[in-house]
């Protein structure tokens, strides 16, 4: 029963580091998309872009309104792309 009990764990675990090491993969290319689609943005406005839309609800309209109401205006311009809004739609 232990050895199971391990093994399941074990399964877990692997399956826990392959799936932070895809979000992980998944979060620069978020990152590099919205860099590109938006070359006035700073690392530090995509970041709380992630970061807000993490926190949100999974509702993808409201994970952008969110991001775009914590990015402080000292940073500049905090323009998404309509292409980008539909997609997110």
Do not use: Y
Request: charged fraction near 20%; aromatic fraction near 2%.
């Amino acid at each position: 029963m232990q050895q199971q009990h391990n093994e399941v764990v074990s399964t877990m675990e692997k399956n826990q580091n392959n799936l932070t090491f895809k979000l992980d993969g998944l979060t620069n290319l978020i990152k590099t998309l919205l860099q590109q689609v938006n070359p006035g943005m700073s690392a530090e406005q995509v970041q709380i872009m992630i970061k807000s839309a993490q926190q949100s609800p999974p509702d993808a309209s409201s994970a952008l309104n969110d991001a775009r109401r914590n990015i402080p205006p000292s940073l500049g311009s905090n323009h998404v792309s309509k292409d980008m809004e539909e997609d997110m739609m």
